[in-house]
């Protein structure tokens, strides 16, 4: 039990630690990340495979609320989970709004952006009907891109939920 009790002592002094040292910057970072997890949560609508797979999207992509990425093609990725912006014209026919409103609630909108990355993959799973090769044309349809991305995508559910991931639903 001190051992236990030594543990949780330690664990407080570093997050407190943490804490007494949070940033302006941090405190932002800190609240975009708890607004991208509440999107997910929603755009998952309660479907447990679907939010893990959102959320080993988020956790490859590594992007944040207002993200906009220069990639060596000329496009650029945006937002949290870093939609390209190849896909601006295609998901403003969809909602029926103007491309540069779709840029900026890509970039700036955390819930637009996760629900953009739901539709493309899910798109993309009914096109292929395979989970993983949906999961690796959401990045690419370049073969050895699309292969690398399905390989770091699972290493990033593994890392988040565990090796048995997909095993039972929560």
């Known amino acids: 039990m001190s051992r236990l009790w030594g543990l949780l002592t330690a664990a407080m002094i570093v997050m407190s630690a943490s804490i007494v040292h949070a940033t302006p910057a941090n405190a932002a970072q800190l609240a975009g990340d708890v607004e991208v997890a509440r999107c997910i949560r929603l755009a998952s609508n309660g479907n447990g495979w679907l939010e893990k797979t959102l959320w080993g999207l988020r956790d490859q992509e590594a ?3 207002g993200a906009r990425i220069r990639n060596a093609d000329g496009s650029y990725d945006l937002g949290p989970l870093q939609i390209n912006s190849w896909w601006v014209p295609r998901i403003s026919i ?3 709004r103007s491309e540069s409103e779709v840029w900026h609630r890509l970039q700036h909108d955390a819930c637009f952006n996760v629900y953009a990355a739901r539709w493309i993959f899910l798109t993309e799973l009914q096109g292929v009907r395979n989970y993983w090769t949906a999961i690796g044309r959401y990045h690419s349809r ?8 399905i390989q770091n995508v699972g290493m990033r559910l ?3 939920f565990g090796a048995d991931t997909f ?3 929560k």
């Not at 370049?142 to 991305?149: A, D, F, I």
């Open 158 to 160: 593994i890392a988040r």
């Open 142 to 149: 370049v073969t050895w891109r699309k292969n690398l991305y």
């Open 167 to 169: 095993g039972k639903e």
């Open 94 to 96: 969809l909602v029926h």
């Open 63 to 65: 992007g944040w609320i």
